[in-house]
């Protein structure tokens, strides 16, 4: 959908605080106004900004669009960036993303570069600057330049030893594949299931490679309630000794996680928590 943002959280939104408000069409599927989709796309980079679903939702159109420019514009820190991804040349913009790597090192490119250039983009999309699929494609990119590096990193042999994945319903993984670069450099021991692994198999795979931590990761499109909920279940069923990790934009907004879930707020929170020598024992 052209907000970005999932029809699940759409719907909760429309019985919590009456907004967005679709008409039907003959065979009964929602349809967003253009106004609603562009108040939709502001409300999504404002959440992206840390304020809450109460905070945006019952604003005005008027007061919404004035508290947008109240906010920080990322797009305007990357102009050039933008303009690269406006010529739609993917060998320009992949070789751009390489030289950006090789300049600052992997490190530094996962903690700070590549999420400030997700920042500038989807502040781009936001404003109207960006369209969907050139902010998929970015996206895209920034994952295979990742790729490629990690496969350049040695396996990590070391601690803890890490099951990467995400639970159904979130198909995003780029947040992973920075938080899998990351832990490789740290020399963690990384087992990557990919996308929107079941709740069983998480727990039988966790027991399989003996995993120190389960590492998942919720984009922005995920509904923060469906996030709270597979956290809660998952570390109930869990061993006490296994620690579990989440990060990304729908975690973020958690305010209260279940006991023995840690929420880290970015990549340099992760770095932090892995070179911890404690990082592998139980909260």
Same mark, same amino acid.
């Given at each position: 959908m052209e907000t970005g943002i999932a029809k699940d959280t759409l719907r909760v939104w429309e019985r919590r605080y009456g907004f967005p408000q679709p008409v039907r069409n003959l065979r009964g599927e929602r349809l967003y106004p253009a106004q609603q989709v562009v108040q939709l796309r502001q409300v999504r980079r404002l959440l992206d900004q840390g304020l809450r679903p109460g905070q945006v939702l019952t604003l005005s159109a008027e007061a919404l669009a004035q508290a947008l420019e109240r906010q920080p514009a990322a797009s305007e820190s990357e102009p050039a960036l933008i303009a690269l991804l406006k010529r739609h040349d993917e060998d320009a913009l992949r070789h751009e993303l390489r030289a950006r790597l090789l300049r600052e090192g992997l490190g530094p490119f996962v903690t700070h570069t590549a999420p400030a250039m997700l920042a500038a983009v989807g502040d781009g999309w936001a404003r109207g600057e960006v369209e969907v699929f050139e902010e998929h494609h970015f996206s895209a990119q920034i994952d295979s330049v990742l790729r490629e590096a990690i496969m350049q990193l040695p396996a990590g042999r070391g601690s803890p030893r890490v099951l990467l994945?995400?639970?159904? /319903? %979130?198909?995003?993984?780029? /947040?992973?594949? !920075? @938080?899998?670069? !990351? #832990?490789r450099l740290e020399g963690a021991a990384c087992i990557w299931l990919g996308a929107q692994t079941p709740e069983s198999q998480i727990l039988a795979g966790a027991h399989a490679f003996r995993a120190d931590v389960v590492a998942l990761s919720f984009s922005e499109y995920v509904d923060p309630g469906a996030v709270r909920r597979g956290l809660s279940q998952l570390r109930l069923r869990l061993?006490?000794?296994? %620690?579990?990790?989440? /990060? =990304?934009?729908?975690? @973020?907004?958690?305010?209260? &996680? @279940? &006991? =023995? *879930?840690? *929420?880290?707020?970015? #990549? %340099?929170?992760l770095a932090r928590r892995l070179r911890d020598p404690i990082a592998t024992r139980a909260d």
């Open positions: 994945t995400t639970l159904p /319903g %979130e198909p995003h993984t780029l /947040g992973l594949s !920075l @938080a899998l670069a !990351l #832990m061993p006490p000794a296994t %620690e579990l990790w989440c /990060g =990304g934009r729908a975690a @973020a907004r958690i305010k209260r &996680p @279940a &006991p =023995g *879930v840690s *929420v880290l707020a970015d #990549m %340099e929170q």
